[in-house]
C-alpha cells in the first residue's frame, strides 16, 4: 500500500516544509509520491521564507562538471564549499576551540524550459574544524574548505546546499541554477576552475570558490581539462569580457554567467596553438588583466579547430572588487561630503550636525547600513561601489578641484562608466566634446571643454528629457 504524505501549511516556513518533503522524498521509494513531493519541492524553492529574508548564507559554492571516465551517459561533478569561520560557532575544549557543521546537497533536474523534473540526488556530509586560538574563530581570513564529486546526467538543474551548524542549530540555504555539460564531442572542455593557489611541487590547486578576485591583483589563474580522441594541434582562445548586464552591483549567488552579450567589453583575449594528447590533458593558465575595474566578468576558454572553428567552449563568472574602500573612507570628514550624489539633503544635514566625531561616525554608517544589500556580510557592496566611483572619478576627471565635483564626475558616480564614449578633438568648426553614451539606461550626455583646458561641461542638465536615447 502506497504511503501518503500530507502537510499544513499553516504556521509554517517554506524553509520547514523544505525539510519536510526532503525526507517524504528520502523515505518513500515510489515514484508516483516522489513526482508529487518533487513538485511541493519545486514549488517551495519559489516561495520565499519570511523568517529567513534577513540571513544571507555565509559560505560560497562552485560547481565544476567535467569528464566521466566510467561512463560516457554521465558527467562528473564536483562540488566545492568554503565555510568562513566566523559564520560557524566555536565552543572550547580541551584541545582547543571547536565547530562541527552538516551539509547537505540536493540536485533538482530541470526540463529544457525550466519544469520540474524530479529530485536525482541528495547527499550529506559532516564537517569538524579545531582550532589552537579564539582569535582564528573570529579571523575573516580563515575558512573550511570541503569538496564531494557526484555523477549526473548532462542537463539543467536547480542544486540546493543547506550548512547546518551543529553549535547553534542555525540554518543557511542556498540554491544555485547550473547546467552540466556534457562531454561526448570528439574534443571538448571541462568547466573552468578559478585557482587561489597552486603548489608547483605537489600539483595540489586550492579553488577560488567565492569568485572574487580584487581589481590590484593583477589578473587570476585557471585550471581546466581538454579530453580528445585524436592527438592533434587546437588553437586555445582565452577571453575576458566586463559584463554590462550585471554591472555595478554583487554577483548574484545562482547566476552562471553563461553567455557574452554583444554589450559586453572583451578587456582581454590571447591565442595560442597548443597540442593536446589522446584522452585527457589537464592545464593551469595565467591570465594577465593588470587594469581590472570593480564589476561582473566572464572568462570564457574556447578550442578552435585548423579552419577557425570552435570545438568546445567553456565560461565563468566572477567578481572584480575593489580593495580601497578603507582607505578612502579614512578621512571620514570627506567621505560624508562626498554623499552628496546619493543622500537626500536632510540624511546628509543629520550626519554633519551629529553633537561630535563619534555620533558624526555612528551615523555616517548607520546611512550605509540601511544600503547594504547583503547586510549579514563583511562586505558592503553599495558602499563599495559609490565610493569606488568617487575614486574613479578623482583620478580620471580631477584637475583644479576634486574629480567627483566635476560634471563628468558627477555623471560617472550617479550613473557609472558609460557604455560607449564618442570624443571628438578640438577643430576650427566646434570645441572639443565628449557624448557618454548609456543604452543600458537609454540616455545620453554631451560634455563640452569650451576653454580647451580639459574643464568639460555637462551640455543638458541630467534630468532633462532631451538626453534620453528612445
Known sequence: MTKCHTFSFVHESASVLRNKLRTAYRQDRT???????GLFLFILFMIPDARSQDIVPEFFVDIVSARND???????????????????????????????????????QLSDNDRLRNVVL??????????????????????????????????????????????????????????????DAPTSISDLTLLESYDAET????????????????????FYEVYSETAHDVTVRREVFRTMKNHGVTLPANWTGSGVDEADKSVFQEDELTPVPVGKSQHLVSIPVDDLKAGVYIVRIS?????????????????????GLAAHIKDIDNAIQQLEYIAK?????????????????????????????????????????????????????GAVQDGWRTDRGFVFVRYG??????????????????????????????FIDKTGFGDFELLIPVWDERTRLY
Not at 211 to 219: E, K
Not at 425 to 437: A, D, G, K, T
Request: charged content about 25%; cysteine-free; glycine content about 6%.
Open 345 to 397: 539633503r536632510k540624511d546628509l544635514k543629520f550626519i554633519l550636525e551629529a553633537p561630535n566625531q563619534v555620533q558624526r561616525i555612528k551615523r555616517f554608517q548607520n546611512f550605509w547600513d540601511k544600503r547594504d544589500p547583503t547586510p549579514n556580510t563583511k562586505r558592503n557592496e553599495s558602499m563599495e561601489e559609490y565610493y569606488y566611483r568617487v575614486a574613479a572619478a578623482n583620478r580620471h576627471y
Open 70 to 108: 566510467g561512463s560516457q551517459d554521465l558527467s562528473r561533478v564536483d562540488v566545492y564549499a568554503q565555510i568562513g569561520y566566523t559564520s560557524l560557532s566555536f565552543i572550547s575544549t580541551a584541545n582547543g576551540f571547536s565547530s562541527s557543521y552538516e551539509m547537505s546537497f540536493d540536485a533538482i
Open 203 to 222: 600539483f595540489a590547486i586550492i579553488p577560488l570558490v567565492d569568485q572574487n578576485i580584487s581589481t590590484s591583483d593583477g589578473g587570476f589563474q585557471v
Open 417 to 446: 562608466e558609460p557604455d560607449f564614449i564618442e570624443r571628438k578633438p578640438h577643430s576650427f568648426n566646434y570645441e572639443p566634446y565628449e557624448v557618454w553614451i548609456y543604452e543600458r539606461i537609454g540616455r545620453q550626455f554631451i
Open 122 to 183: 541528495n547527499r550529506t556530509w559532516d564537517g569538524n574544524i579545531i582550532v589552537d586560538t579564539y582569535a582564528r574563530t573570529q579571523s575573516d581570513d580563515h575558512s573550511d574548505f570541503t569538496t564531494q564529486s557526484f555523477d549526473l546526467s548532462p542537463g539543467r538543474y536547480i542544486f540546493e546546499f543547506e550548512l547546518v551548524d551543529k553549535n547553534s542549530n542555525q540554518t543557511y540555504v542556498r540554491e544555485v541554477y547550473n547546467t552540466v555539460r556534457g562531454f
Open 31 to 37: 515514484r508516483g509520491v516522489r513526482r508529487v513531493v
Open 303 to 323: 578550442l578552435l579547430g585548423s579552419d577557425g572553428e570552435v570545438l568546445d567552449a567553456a565560461e565563468k563568472s566572477f567578481l572584480a572588487h575593489w580593495t
